[in-house]
């Protein structure tokens, strides 16, 4: 079967392929918990079915619509009729745009903004609410940049939007170290030590 072969949202459960999430009108009483999907989300953030991808884009984003994470790590589809889990290489979504423009936030003073576009075309401004977080590999420092989508969901932002973030960044002393990061509605993310970067470049 091929992986995008389901049934399109609002149909009758009859039509949906077997071992995808019902996404028919809610039924009545506790949802039913299925286990695991065959669901794999890649390193790319492309979504997988039975080891091949999805091809179907709307799909794809009705599922990323009921996705949700738990406290222990794990990635859950969420429907009004059941709830299953999938898996994910490292994180659902991934950033592949990014531009910055004044914004006012509230203060009255115009302020930098950063905004993303994630392969499925959900735009996220970068703050408080969705803040920018830089895994580094505490060997390499190599760094693996994300951003919050939604509460426990982030995006990995992709090499070439990084390397635009690097350019914007500013120097900062935070907790007595002088570090390089970006600014977005008035808050700060760091990227990484000055002196750090400094060897890498080297």
């Given at each position: 079967?091929?992986?995008?072969?389901?049934?399109?949202?609002?149909?009758?459960?009859?039509?949906?392929?077997?071992?995808?999430?019902?996404?028919?009108?809610?039924?009545?009483?506790?949802?039913?918990?299925?286990?695991?999907?065959?669901?794999?989300?890649?390193?790319?953030?492309?979504?997988?079915?039975?080891?091949?991808?999805?091809?179907?884009?709307?799909?794809?984003?009705?599922?990323?619509?009921?996705?949700?994470?738990?406290a222990d790590g794990t990635?859950?589809?969420?429907?009004?009729v059941e709830r299953g889990?999938?898996?994910?290489?490292?994180?659902?979504?991934?950033?592949?745009?990014?531009?910055?423009?004044?914004?006012?936030?509230?203060?009255?003073?115009?302020?930098?903004?950063?905004a993303f576009r994630t392969?499925?075309?959900?735009?996220?401004?970068?703050?408080?609410?969705?803040?920018?977080?830089?895994?580094?590999?505490?060997?390499?420092?190599?760094?693996?940049?994300?951003?919050?989508?939604?509460?426990?969901?982030?995006?990995?932002?992709?090499?070439?939007?990084?390397?635009?973030?690097?350019?914007?960044?500013?120097?900062?002393?935070?907790?007595?170290?002088?570090?390089?990061?970006?600014?977005?509605?008035?808050?700060?993310?760091?990227?990484?030590?000055?002196?750090?970067?400094?060897?890498?470049?080297?």
């Amino acid at each position: 079967m091929r992986g995008d072969a389901a049934a399109a949202p609002g149909r009758g459960a009859h039509r949906q392929a077997p071992g995808l999430p019902a996404t028919g009108p809610a039924a009545r009483g506790p949802k039913h918990e299925v286990g695991d999907y065959a669901i794999r989300i890649d390193r790319n953030g492309t979504w997988h079915y039975q080891g091949s991808p999805i091809g179907r884009k709307a799909l794809v984003c009705l599922f990323a619509s009921v996705l949700r994470r738990e406290a222990d790590g794990t990635y859950w589809l969420e429907t009004p009729v059941e709830r299953g889990r999938i898996e994910v290489e490292d994180a659902p979504f991934l950033a592949v745009e990014m531009w910055w423009k004044d914004c006012d936030c509230g203060d009255g003073r115009p302020r930098q903004c950063l905004a993303f576009r994630t392969n499925l075309d959900e735009i996220v401004t970068a703050g408080p609410e969705h803040p920018i977080r830089i895994h580094l590999d505490p060997r390499t420092r190599e760094p693996r940049p994300y951003i919050t989508v939604r509460p426990g969901l982030e995006a990995k932002i992709n090499r070439a939007v990084f390397y635009e973030l690097v350019a914007l960044g500013q120097p900062e002393v935070v907790d007595g170290r002088e570090v390089l990061g970006v600014w977005s509605e008035g808050a700060f993310f760091p990227i990484d030590e000055i002196g750090a970067l400094d060897t890498a470049a080297e």
